[in-house]
């Protein structure tokens, strides 16, 4: 059974930081990528980032980038999403999703993920 669950969310003073967990399992194909997004409320859902599961290569919305960085480690089966700096505007529900129909780790496409998570809080306030 393919599952995805994410960790690490909570309450953050803004300037603070937090690392977010997604532990994936049960895949008996392959997947393109992993991706983290969030849902504040009231507001459609938006991708921050992403990861490639074949090369590495990463990608971040305008709004994250040099704050949020993304990784995985394929020996836990677990990406992350290291977030810096926060910001207020931060606040949602952030859930991690993997990609495994169409190739390609493109964030502006939300209906392109397949596989999500149940998501994690965080919220940025003082």
């Known amino acids: 059974q393919v599952q995805l669950v994410e960790s690490g969310g909570g309450l953050v003073q803004p300037g603070g930081s937090l690392t977010l967990s997604c532990a994936y399992s049960g895949f008996s194909r392959n997947f393109y990528g992993i991706g983290w997004f969030r849902q504040a409320p009231g507001r459609d859902r938006e991708g921050v980032a992403a990861i490639s599961k074949t090369d590495e290569s990463t990608v971040y919305s305008d709004s994250v980038k040099g704050r949020f960085t993304i990784s995985r480690d394929d020996s836990k089966n677990v990406a992350y999403l290291q977030m810096n700096n926060l910001r207020p505007e931060d606040t949602a529900k952030y859930s991690c999703?993997?990609?495994?129909?169409?190739?390609?780790?493109?964030?502006?496409?939300?209906?392109?993920?397949?596989?999500w998570g149940q998501g994690t809080e965080v919220t940025v306030s003082s």
């Open positions: 999703a993997a990609s495994t129909s169409i190739p390609g780790i493109a964030i502006k496409q939300v209906p392109w993920w397949d596989i």
